[in-house]
């Protein structure tokens, strides 16, 4: 084996570049145009269907530079502002929260339930009664977020949401697809955050968009993501806008991935399936799953926990270097470490497993580490039940994208088996 396996890497359906061409030959090499309005209109199509048999939604999609664009654009419109505060799940990527500080808000994290490892919706209930009582306002938003593809229990939320008066803005980046009770994540909530970067389901290169309730809510998301440019034959500004449109170059690559999104999220799950009966012999080895028949993960990434009575072999020179270059690549940015080690990170089982699959050509990466215990949220409120850095301590994602093939998979669970100490 020397090809490297790694955990997402975009797949090109092969139709990008006839509707890359079109945006040249016609001239639309400008953030709008036909591209753009496709690609909005077939997410649409994608996010309205049901499971069920039930009549479709008819939610409005508006495709932006990017995921975090599109968070930031959602809090916009459910009013946050200087001084708010906003419910943000803590196990998640950085681009759930920092809009909210952009915004001049707070964000206040709530921990992890263990089944779905997503949102817990009593921390939730207790976080809102308390942060009333505390500063006297009611929260202005709920973010939970579909954890490496998991729904949430947007049931359990849309109740207490829905009791509180608080909107629900749904964090779907890495779910496209997922689903609850057969209803695709992203349109439950007030708004729903979805993902095109590099590494996600489908990819834009760079992109996002935001679902919304209906055609004139995604007018209002579009006229801040355009700049704010109110309806005069000359430049006239009444509020502050953003440059956060997506291009039409972009949304052509995003026209020719919506031809492969569905065999996307089956390959992914396919990929989950053979990972259930590859690592079901391994002592010590969990493979995180959908909790209940309720839960459709789209299995974006598929994830592993680590006993930490498991032995693997080197786990004492575990942390022995600190590492070049920042997780994920950061495109090509590195900002070096001020240690080897902090004071919440992986235990050395996990990480010595993370090496030896690196050693292996695997690239495995730990669970995203809860924004509650970020450095650079020391001072925000936070919720917490010891659930998500449990799993941070024990985690690890495995690759999962499309070119993972079922040879690559037994070269994983081979490696695995191999790397703990009999
Ligand atoms: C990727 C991601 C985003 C943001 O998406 P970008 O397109 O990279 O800006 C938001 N939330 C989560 C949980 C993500 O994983």
């Given at each position: 084996m020397n090809k490297r396996i790694y955990l997402c890497l975009a797949h090109m359906s092969g139709r990008e570049m006839d509707f890359i061409k079109e945006a040249f030959d016609s001239n639309w090499v400008v953030p709008m145009g036909p591209n753009v309005n496709a690609f909005e209109d077939e997410l649409a199509a994608f996010v309205n269907r049901r499971q069920d048999g039930a009549a479709p939604l008819d939610k409005a999609v508006a495709c932006l530079s990017a995921g975090t664009a599109a968070v930031h654009l959602a809090l916009l419109a459910c009013g946050v502002g200087p001084?708010?505060?906003?419910?943000?799940?803590?196990?998640?990527?950085?681009?759930?929260?920092?809009?909210?500080?952009?915004?001049?808000?707070?964000?206040?994290?709530?921990?992890?339930?263990?089944?779905?490892?997503?949102?817990?919706?009593?921390?939730?209930?207790?976080?809102?009664?308390?942060?009333?009582?505390?500063?006297?306002?009611?929260?202005?938003?709920?973010?939970?977020v579909a954890l490496y593809g998991m729904p949430y229990r947007i049931d359990r939320i849309t109740e207490i949401a829905d009791r509180h008066g608080i909107p629900v803005v749904e964090d779907a980046a890495e779910g496209l697809g997922s689903t609850f009770d057969g209803q695709v994540?992203?349109?439950?909530?007030?708004?729903?955050?979805?993902?095109?970067?590099?590494?996600?389901?489908?990819?834009?290169?760079?992109?996002?968009a935001l679902v919304c309730p209906d055609a004139e809510a995604k007018n209002h998301v579009l006229f801040y993501a355009t700049q704010a440019r109110e309806s005069y034959?000359?430049?006239?500004?009444?509020?502050?806008?953003?440059?956060?449109?997506?291009?039409?170059?972009?949304?052509?690559?995003?026209?020719?991935?919506?031809?492969?999104?569905?065999?996307?999220?089956?390959?992914?799950?396919?990929?989950?399936q053979q990972y259930r009966s590859l690592l079901a012999?391994?002592?010590?080895?969990?493979?995180?799953?959908?909790p209940s028949p309720r839960h459709r993960s789209n299995f974006w990434l598929c994830t592993i926990t680590i006993d930490p009575s498991v032995k693997v072999r080197g786990q004492d020179k575990a942390y022995a270097a600190v590492l070049a270059g920042a997780v994920g690549g950061a495109a090509g940015v590195t900002h070096a470490a001020a240690s080897a080690t902090t004071d919440c990170q992986p235990n050395a089982n996990v990480e010595a497993m993370r090496s030896a699959l690196d050693a292996a050509g695997i690239e495995a990466r730990p669970l995203w580490k809860p924004m509650h215990r970020q450095p650079v949220y020391s001072t925000a409120p936070a919720y917490t039940?010891?659930?998500?850095?449990?799993?941070?301590?024990?985690?690890?994602?495995?690759?999962?994208g499309p070119w993972v093939t079922d040879d690559d998979l037994r070269h994983i669970a081979t490696t695995i088996r191999s790397a703990i100490e009999q």
């Open positions: 001084g708010d505060e906003v419910l943000v799940q803590s196990f998640t990527f950085c681009a759930s929260s920092h809009p909210v500080t952009y915004l001049g808000a707070t964000p206040v994290f709530v921990d992890s339930e263990p089944d779905s490892w997503n949102i817990d919706p009593d921390l939730l209930e207790k976080a809102i009664k308390d942060r009333v009582a505390v500063t006297g306002h009611k929260p202005k938003a709920i973010i939970p994540l992203g349109t439950f909530g007030r708004y729903g955050v979805l993902s095109f970067n590099g590494n996600k389901m489908i990819t834009t290169s760079g992109g996002g034959p000359y430049y006239q500004h009444e509020h502050i806008g953003y440059n956060y449109r997506m291009s039409n170059i972009c949304a052509g690559i995003g026209r020719g991935q919506m031809t492969v999104l569905d065999d996307h999220i089956a390959h992914h799950r396919h990929v989950q012999g391994i002592p010590g080895i969990t493979l995180h799953d959908n039940n010891g659930v998500s850095e449990a799993l941070f301590r024990t985690g690890l994602c495995l690759p999962a």
